[in-house]
Structures are given as structure tokens and as C-alpha cells.
């Protein structure tokens, strides 16, 4: 079993950053492929972010490319969304997830979730 606590959420201006932070214990969490997903307000839940066990290989949604970065820290079992340049629509409760097995860039089968941790940009 893995436990994930999401951190770091908050309110934010149009084009201001913000940093989530993902604390992950339990069974050899640093064997998954670690992933950051959203929900926004009457949206269904998208996979923005995810990375590989070993820290190296990254993917991203279209919607955050070039403006997020997830990175992971495997000793202090600690997974990091870097969110800069937001945007309204960057609005939702904003998730940890972890899955067995290599990333691929699949955004299915996630097998452990955190409960969020909310992120507000205004306009």
C-alpha cells in the first residue's frame, strides 16, 4: 500500500507560479511512475504530468507544456509540480497519483491517489 499527501495549493494571479508538492510513503513508492493530475470545474479528470521511477523521462498534457514541470525526488520519496505562467483555466483540485510499471505517457490504471490539494488563478 502507498499513502500520497498532496501540498502546496493555494490562490494565485493570472501568470504567477506555484510549486505542489506530493509526499509519497508506504510500499516502495519510488518503483511507480508517478503522476500529477486536475480536475477543473465541470471538466472531467486530464493527466497533466507524469514521470518516470527513475526521475529522467517526463511527460506532459498539450494544455501545460512549456509551463509546468514535475520532477521527483526519489530519497525523500517527495514528487514536485513546478506551475509557472498560470492561467484561469489552470483552476481545479489538482492530484497526486502513482501506477506500476513504466509511464509510456498512459494517463490510465493509476492504482494510488492523494485527495487533492486545490489551486485557484484569478484573473
Known amino acids: 500500500q502507498v499513502q500520497l499527501v498532496e501540498s502546496g495549493g493555494g490562490s494565485v494571479q493570472a501568470g504567477g507560479s506555484l510549486r505542489l508538492s506530493c509526499a509519497m510513503s508506504g510500499n516502495d513508492p519510488q518503483f511507480y511512475c508517478t503522476a500529477w493530475f486536475r480536475q477543473s470545474p465541470g471538466q472531467e479528470r486530464e493527466g497533466i504530468a507524469q514521470?518516470?521511477?527513475?526521475?529522467?523521462?517526463?511527460y506532459y498534457a498539450r494544455s501545460v507544456e512549456g509551463r509546468f514541470t514535475i520532477s521527483r525526488d526519489v530519497a525523500k520519496g517527495m514528487t514536485y509540480l513546478q506551475m509557472t505562467r498560470l492561467k484561469p483555466e489552470d483552476t481545479g483540485q489538482y492530484y497526486c497519483?502513482?501506477?506500476?510499471?513504466?509511464?509510456?505517457?498512459?494517463?490510465?490504471?493509476?492504482?494510488?491517489w492523494g485527495r487533492g490539494t486545490q489551486v485557484t488563478v484569478s484573473s
Open positions: 514521470i518516470s521511477e527513475t526521475g529522467i523521462t517526463a
Open positions: 497519483a502513482l501506477r506500476g510499471g513504466i509511464c509510456g505517457g498512459r494517463w490510465s490504471d493509476f492504482q494510488y
